[in-house]
Each structure stands twice: as structure tokens, then as C-alpha cells.
């Protein structure tokens, strides 16, 4: 009995083991950027600290779609759709995010999840668009925005109202997911990483591909021109942070190419394109 023990404990082990590596097998994502529209002539210097005033550039608008392999259908960040942002920038070739995910074959009901970074209007703002979606956002972020912020009109810049109801409604309803500083273990296949204080408490997001590892920066990195000179992004409550965040993201991704940043239209031409604004981060 004891030498039969022993095979069926090796067996258990055996299969428990290769079951393990199907589990973590499979937890492999696609990942899109998707440009649902362009911010026209906008000042570099908001961008990057200590740019020439002179320089203007027009900024993509963009959204990440992670398709998983297990069913997960997830975005990081949900853009905007609120009236007055229209009157407020020069917005060009506007989308709504939810239709901006058509030639992916999805409909806005299809997203899982949303993996939000920041609270900024135009991170955001679409949250509303995608009725079934859970909101997986840093505790300490949804905590001083719902709250703290708005006891100065100075410590709320770039927050909308609208978009802290919807929030705190989808919270009410269940479908708020905190993250508590950084986090590889929650999710199989998807960490988020506390940025560089471009908010209270901004986060990126490294996502497992098929054999290497991303990392989408939002706005803790708006160019690849911050990471390539290794400058602070202009809106930051800490710029030291921020550095240390990109130095952490580089690290974190298995090629410093795959670091993606929030704003710039040049990732538009360095990946492959699979439809009209839209590429494969490969």
C-alpha cells in the first residue's frame, strides 16, 4: 500500500502541476490600441516639463482593448463623450469609444472590465458607455475623489463631476474592484503598477501578450519622448515619481518598445495595423 500511495501521490502531483501550466497558459491577451479621436494643436510644454512653449502637436485620444483568451474583455481607460469638452479643445475625428471598438468585433456590452489609471475627464469619461463593465481602480485615487478633492476648487483640476457620480454609482452597484498599490496577483495575466503622481494616485497597467510582457502607461508617460529623454511628463504633482515610474515601466516591459504611451500619435505607425485607427501591440 505504501509504494501505491506513493505513485498516486506522484501522479496527483503530476497532473496538479500540468494544470497549473494551462491555467497560467492561458492567460494571454491581444492588445489594440484604438485612437477614437485627435486633440488639435496641442501645446507640447503640457506634455513634457520644460518644453519649448513654441511647439504644438496634434495628440491621439485613445483607449486600450485587451482580448483575453478565458473570455476577459477588458479596457484600460474609457475616453470621453461629454458636450463640453468639445467647446473646451479642438477635437477632431470624434468617435465615441464604445463604436471606436467596432472593428474589433465588439459591442459595448462585451467589456468585462475597465482597468481606469487616472480619474481625468478624458480617461474617465466613458465609463457610462459600457453599462456591464466592472471598474478596477486604485483605492486611494477613487477615495480622495469622491471626496477630499472637493474641498478646494484647486485639488480637483481635470476631474468632471459626472464622471465621480458614475463612479460612485457603479460602486453602489457592485462593480468597483480596488487596487491596493501594486498588484500582479489579482488578475491572471494583468498587474497595475502605482504611477508617477500625474493624479493622487495614478496607476499603469503590464499585460501578459503571447510570449512577451506590455506596459500600458496612460498618461503616466503622455510621449515616447518623455521615456526616450527620460523628462517628467508636465502634469505631475511629483516629478521625481514620475521618473521613477518610467524607469519602473521600462523594466517591467520585455522590450522598452512595448512601453506605450497615453497620448502619442506615433503609436499609430510603430505597430501593425489591423484597421482604420487602430493597431495591435505586438
Known amino acids: 500500500m505504501g509504494g501505491m500511495s506513493r505513485m498516486v501521490a506522484i501522479v496527483l502531483a503530476t497532473v496538479l502541476v500540468c494544470t497549473s501550466s494551462l491555467v497560467a497558459e492561458s492567460e494571454k491577451f491581444e492588445v489594440y490600441a484604438v485612437r477614437f479621436a485627435t486633440l488639435a494643436n496641442f501645446p507640447v510644454v503640457s506634455l513634457v516639463a520644460g518644453a519649448d512653449r513654441a511647439r504644438r502637436m496634434d495628440i491621439a485620444m485613445m483607449v486600450w482593448v485587451l482580448k483575453g483568451n ?4 477588458a479596457l484600460v481607460d474609457s475616453g470621453f463623450h ?13 468617435v465615441k469609444p ?9 459591442k459595448p456590452e462585451d467589456v468585462t472590465d475597465i ?9 474617465a469619461g466613458g465609463i457610462d458607455l459600457f453599462p456591464l463593465a466592472r471598474v478596477w481602480i486604485q483605492k486611494d485615487e477613487y477615495d480622495y475623489y469622491t471626496s477630499d478633492a472637493w474641498q478646494s476648487a484647486r485639488t480637483h483640476g481635470g476631474i468632471d463631476a459626472d464622471d465621480v457620480l458614475e463612479i460612485v454609482k457603479r460602486n453602489t452597484q457592485g462593480r468597483v474592484s480596488f487596487v491596493r498599490g ?4 489579482s488578475l491572471s495575466g494583468i498587474g497595475f503598477g502605482v504611477g508617477g503622481k500625474h493624479t493622487w494616485q495614478s496607476q499603469f497597467v503590464t499585460v501578459q501578450l503571447r510570449e512577451r510582457v506590455a506596459v500600458l502607461a496612460s498618461d503616466n508617460m503622455y510621449l515616447y519622448e518623455n521615456l526616450d529623454t527620460h523628462t517628467p511628463i508636465a502634469q505631475t504633482l511629483d516629478a521625481a515619481s514620475n521618473l521613477r515610474a518610467q524607469d519602473r515601466m521600462k523594466s517591467l516591459a520585455s522590450d522598452p518598445r512595448l512601453v506605450v504611451p497615453g497620448h502619442d500619435p506615433a503609436v499609430f505607425t510603430r505597430f ?5 485607427r487602430i493597431v495591435r501591440i505586438e
Open 70 to 73: 478565458n473570455g476577459r474583455v
Open 82 to 94: 461629454r458636450d463640453q469638452y468639445f467647446r473646451q479643445f479642438s477635437v477632431r475625428d470624434f
Open 98 to 106: 464604445s463604436e471606436a471598438i467596432a472593428p474589433l468585433g465588439l
Open 115 to 123: 482597468f481606469l489609471t487616472h480619474m481625468h475627464w478624458d480617461h
Open 182 to 185: 501594486d498588484d500582479e496577483t
Open 272 to 276: 501593425p495595423r489591423v484597421a482604420e
